[in-house]
């Protein structure tokens, strides 16, 4: 059975307006009026009174539709982006891209739109899931086309760092120091516009925008490393800003969830906090006794979880309460792969060069069941260029992907074991889930 062909009726309508339907336009300025418009997810935005309705109950219920939504995957040789069709039994390629240069792929899971980064030939591609969701209050119908790659592009020197956060896509570019920001909703309603902001000279940097404003490092003239972030309206993109956060000597990665919005540095975590119309900064410092050279560098975070998680160095993981104020670093019997947040947040999936898949409580990263040994070992080796294995959250489920062996793993969270195996061939280095139903149950669930 087509999972898109399943119905079920959705009960706890206010988890359905809290993840897939709040508004995500942050108060900037309004696209042309082309009905009702669809949210970061494609969806219709709920009623503002809070989408509560009135039942008959001689009326039978009006039940909506499921999707786990489609995979991208990318080669790390051939410049081949696929994409597949999840619901299906195969699962099912439905297209392949050739873009100009091998592309690392981005996405909101519950988005419609996926992004292909292609830093060595400056330009990022947008691709459309061809899944929409149409919001029935209680519930989703979902209509279905064919993929397609469109013709919006983002174009600038070597696009590294890449969010999609709050219905927004952002680019920051290394080879200039500039980022531009499209607000995902203004594609569909067919008046997309990309804004730019060069907020320093060229470095490694990051952008993302969260509470309707722009947070981006300003480089320092000859260093590779940023040490602040400045803070704009994304209303106002040309003016100055109306905070600089730091200092955050050799910042590097960043998430954003609730009301936080954290930055990796050398010696802790930079803490940005919104309080009501305005924000507060701090930073957490490493722990005593931190081995030098150890520091959270990546980090991932999820709405329903009030702790942030990142690297230890290559050695481990860090759990990061900015309430708190404090990072409890987790041990593991190996160095860290890659490590992702599940879709509900509930669980931490880290892969470590021994080949085996770990699954952690996320609020303190105790194990939730025994490791799951799905390749051999890992070469760590090559730097960041290097293709190594990679995780990405989907409906109830991890993709890992495996380079070394051309294909990528299904594993099913709750079941804790492999569930399908998608052959790609090639090098799959780089996968994003797009368009997953915002309410999906396993319930019912068959292929």
Known sequence: MHVRQWRRLVLLMGMVTAIGCGD???????????GPLPTGDGGIPLPEDGGTVEMDAAVEPHTGDLTLGRLLVSDHESATTWIFDLDDESPALLDTWTTAAPSRVYADRHGRYGYLVQTTANRVDVVDSGIVFE?????????????????????????????????????????????????????SAGSPMIRNIV??????????????????????????????????????????????AGPCPGLHGEAAAGDFVLFGCSDGVLVVELHGDH????????PEGTPEGTRVGSLVAHEDLPVFIGNWGSEGLAIIDPEAGSITPVATPAPVVSFA???????????TADGNLHRLEAMDGAPAGEPLAV????????????????LAAGAGRM???????????????????????????GVPYSLAVVSASPDWTDEEHEH
Do not use: C, K
């Not at 507060?280 to 410092?285: K, W």
């Open 199 to 244: 907020p320093g000279p060229a470095h490694h940097g990051v952008a993302v925008v969260a509470f309707g404003h722009m947070l981006a490092t300003v480089g320092t003239e000859g260093e590779a490393l940023p040490s602040e972030v400045g803070v704009w309206p994304v209303t106002d993109l040309a003016g100055e800003p109306e905070l600089m």
């Open 341 to 351: 947040l599940d879709m509900e947040g509930e669980h931490l999936y880290a892969l």
């Open 375 to 390: 390749t051999g070992e890992i070469d760590l080796t090559g730097g960041h260029g290097a293709a190594r294995p990679a």
């Open 24 to 34: 995500d336009d942050g108060g900037v300025d309004p696209v042309p009026d082309a």
């Open 399 to 425: 993709y890992l992907a495996l380079p070394g062996e051309g294909e990528v793993l299904e594993i099913h969270g709750a079941d804790w074991e492999v569930e399908r195996t998608i052959v790609t061939g």
């Open 135 to 187: 919001s029935h209050v209680d519930h989703y119908h979902i209509h279905e086309e064919a993929p397609e790659q469109l013709e919006l592009v983002f174009e600038g020197t070597g696009p590294t760092h890449f969010t999609v956060h709050d219905g927004w896509a952002t680019a920051f570019y290394d080879g200039s120091g500039s980022v531009d920001t499209l607000q995902e909703r203004s594609i």
């Open 279 to 286: 924000f507060h900064t701090g930073s957490i410092a490493n």
